[in-house]
């Protein structure tokens, strides 16, 4: 039993160093990341409104670099949420509360997408602890995930329930589904199979 607790307490150790040494990598890649996307800012502003070919092919150029911008500092932010994992500040929370919550702030979006949201929630479900932040981070991720499975629409199901022990929430679509590779490995940090994922919204 101490030989276990001295690995765990070193491998904790070493995993807060690389938490802190990646936390500082990505933090030192933002900075000049939102100096270039300041001056591509700038630039956009220079060839506006584009009334040459040419200042219209830059404009053009210059959006798919901001977009890339954007799809990095997305991928930043997985990626420092990612190494704060223990850092959890959990709390006495509502889950329904927070699901309901949730829900509201997407249904524009499900709306948009041709998505129904369809809530079943456990009328007697106790507190749980959680952190609140992290846990709406996650809701978001599976409905995204959820929304890019199902592009022609269709139904997203909010299930909470209660065992008399723990609390269960569930999340149904009438997406397309995974195949087995994809299920095997999407817990695993940094897989995806989206071209633009990062592969840290499920771990």
Known sequence: MAHDEKKQERLQTQYNEIATLAGGLAHEIRNPLS??????ELLSEDVAPGETPRERRAQKRIVTLQQ??????????DFLQFVRLND???DVADLNALVTEFIESFQPVAKEAGIDIS???HADLPAVRLDR????QALMNLALNAQQAMPHGGLLEFQTSFDGNQVFLEMIDTGIGMDERTISKMFQAFFSSKSQGSGLGLP
């Open 35 to 40: 100096t270039i996307s300041l001056n591509l």
């Open 68 to 77: 890339e911008c954007k799809n990095l500092d997305r991928i930043l932010s």
């Open 88 to 90: 959890l500040t959990p």
């Open 119 to 121: 809530p079943h929630l």
């Open 133 to 136: 932040s992290l846990m709406r």
